[in-house]
């Protein structure tokens, strides 16, 4: 992929009255570069600046190699990993590759905390955050009462976003392998598809409305900034855009993966994204179901 500023990003548009190698009945968008083929939208792959021919050829080649599974210092691996979730489109590729302990070893270094400290906030009976970062007892606890409930608190976190995770995981990899094509290609999908997950599981406990980032907005927003039913604030607005973020990343990271790395077709790689979240969205509804006896009650909004 061409590291080039993008006011010196060479012109590679077909010529006029250029029609795709593939599709002869739709206009080229596109000239390859590396194998001089006109290329429509669907053949086109602006991000690896390549067409789809050339991308199926050597998929982990048209990305630069996942930053954890480089030779940098550890810091510098862990934070360039996570920054790829911002470039999902131009780092897609990088994940067809095979090796799936590398992605294992991520998640659990990344995800795992992340999932323990989600449920910390939302999910306490001792504590009471907020607002402004303040802390204070519910119904004067003891020390040993606190660190039971933080670590009670801190288990459900986990074990809803594992749900999460393994509902969206198990559809995701299993579409991706029944859609990837011949026999000797569905191994790679599969694959792909499972380090595309694992990379960016640390979307998953940072979404949701009692996902990280949203408790955390909430445990500092000023007293009065939700509002009222009636009336809401400010936070009423920006908590619930704190949980579209993580999510919006995470589907996007996945269609990318379904359509780069496992090299689905467009529609097969929307289906194969789709339908997971939906599963995801019903294992979130029957976990809170389940452990509601675990989960305080959410306090409503004033009138």
Not at 143 to 148: E, F, G, L, P, S
Not at 156 to 170: D, K, M, P, R
Request: glycine share 8%.
């Amino acid at each position: 992929m061409s590291d080039e500023p993008q006011s010196e990003i060479p012109d590679r548009s077909a010529p006029d009255g250029a029609t795709c190698s593939e599709h002869e009945a739709r206009p080229a968008l596109a000239r390859c570069p590396m194998c001089g083929r006109d290329a429509c939208i669907t053949c086109w792959h602006i991000a690896a600046d390549r067409c789809e021919h050339c991308l199926a050829s050597d998929r982990a080649d048209a990305a630069p190699p996942i930053p954890w599974e480089t030779d940098a210092g550890f810091v510098a691996r862990w934070f360039k990993t996570l920054a790829t979730a911002g470039h999902p489109m131009r780092t897609a590729p990088g994940f067809a590759r095979l090796e799936r302990r590398p992605a294992i070893t991520f998640a659990l270094l990344t995800t795992l905390p992340l999932a323990l400290l989600s449920g910390l906030i939302p999910y306490t009976f001792t504590l009471r955050f907020g607002p402004t970062f303040h802390i204070s007892l519910i119904d004067n606890p003891s020390q040993t009462d606190i660190a039971i409930d933080l670590a009670r608190a801190a288990g459900v976190g986990l074990l809803i976003t594992a749900l999460e995770l393994l509902a969206l995981g198990a559809s995701f990899v299993s579409l991706c392998r029944a859609y990837g094509g011949e026999d000797e290609q569905r191994a790679g999908a599969s694959a792909a598809a499972l380090r595309g997950l694992l990379y960016r599981s640390f979307l998953l406990p940072l979404a949701g409305i009692q996902g990280l980032l949203a408790s955390l907005a909430a445990w500092g927003l000023p007293l009065g900034a939700m509002g009222t039913a009636e009336h809401p604030g400010t936070g009423a607005y920006i908590v619930p855009m704190l949980l579209l973020i993580p999510f919006a990343l995470y589907f996007t990271s996945m269609r990318q993966t379904a359509r780069l790395a496992a090299g689905l077709k467009p529609v097969p790689s929307f289906v194969v994204t789709v339908l997971p979240f939906v599963l995801m969205v019903f294992a979130a509804a029957l976990s809170q179901s389940l452990l509601a006896p675990l989960i305080p009650p959410t306090m409503p909004l004033p009138t």
